[in-house]
T-cell receptor
Framework: QKEVEQDPGPLSVPEGAIVSLNCTYS??????FMWYRQYSRKGPELLMY????GNKEDGRFTAQVDKSSKYISLFIRDSQPSDSATYLC????????????FGSGTRLLVRP | EADIYQTPRYLVIGTGKKITLECSQT?????MYWYQQDPGMELHLIHY???????EKGDLSSESTVSRIRTEHFPLTLESARPSHTSQYLC?????????????FGAGSRLTVL
């Protein structure tokens, strides 16, 4: 079983829709949670970063962490065609290596 | 814009050739990483470095080798490429002094071995 599970999609939504992307994980030691966005033929870029549980908002993006359920989410409000990309969740514990474990990514397509 | 550069971006070569994928960062980050990414699959760590003259193998077994002679430079070498090495290779770096466990990625090198 993978440490981090992420639905690969693709997820197709109309412009303006609210998008919900999710990951589940099995390692209760994870404390750092990230969302990366990866456009086609590009490297991943950091979108959101949270520590431990709770919510974090940045413009149209909201990241949620529920450690009791081992579940993290990324919400995108008023989705735009430019949001079309693959979204990767990533997480790590607090040991000295801070090794990141990535999900396999969800492909999102926002239709104009 | 990320200050981490990978070359070549695309490479098509024949079996048995030696190749080196270059990675350079201008941010002064101490930690650097190489990930392998196949379509629809998670990123797999193949090598990492915590500083000059420090290199370690990652979770995914790889026939490639790396070196870290300078802080800013972390090249990956395949002595004899095979079709099974066809993949995207992503270089990343992190500043451990910042306390944030956040990686900055390069744009990737897409390798095709015929």
């Amino acid at each position: 079983q993978k440490e981090v599970e992420q639905d690969p999609g693709p997820l197709s939504v109309p412009e303006g829709a609210i998008v919900s992307l999710n990951c589940t994980y099995s390692n209760s030691a994870f404390q750092y949670f990230m969302w990366y966005r990866q456009y086609s033929r590009k490297g991943p870029e950091l979108l959101m970063y949270t520590y431990s549980s709770g919510n974090k908002e940045d413009g149209r993006f909201t990241a949620q962490v529920d450690k009791s359920s081992k579940y993290i989410s990324l919400f995108i409000r008023d989705s735009q065609p430019s949001d079309s990309a693959t979204y990767l969740c990533a997480m790590s514990g607090m040991d000295s290596s801070y090794k990141l474990i990535f999900g396999s990514g969800t492909r999102l397509l926002v239709r104009p | 814009e990320a200050d981490i550069y990978q070359t070549p971006r695309y490479l098509v070569i024949g079996t048995g050739k030696k190749i080196t994928l270059e990675c350079s960062q201008t941010m002064g980050h101490d930690k650097m990483y190489w990930y392998q990414q196949d379509p629809g699959m998670e990123l797999h760590l193949i090598h990492y470095s915590y500083g000059v003259n420090s290199t370690e193998k990652g979770d995914l077994s790889s026939e490639s080798t790396v070196s870290r002679i300078r802080t800013e430079h972390f090249p990956l070498t395949l002595e004899s490429a095979r079709p099974s090495h066809t993949s995207q290779y992503l270089c990343a770096s992190r500043d451990s002094a910042s306390g944030a466990n956040v990686l900055t990625f390069g744009a990737g090198s897409r390798l095709t071995v015929l």
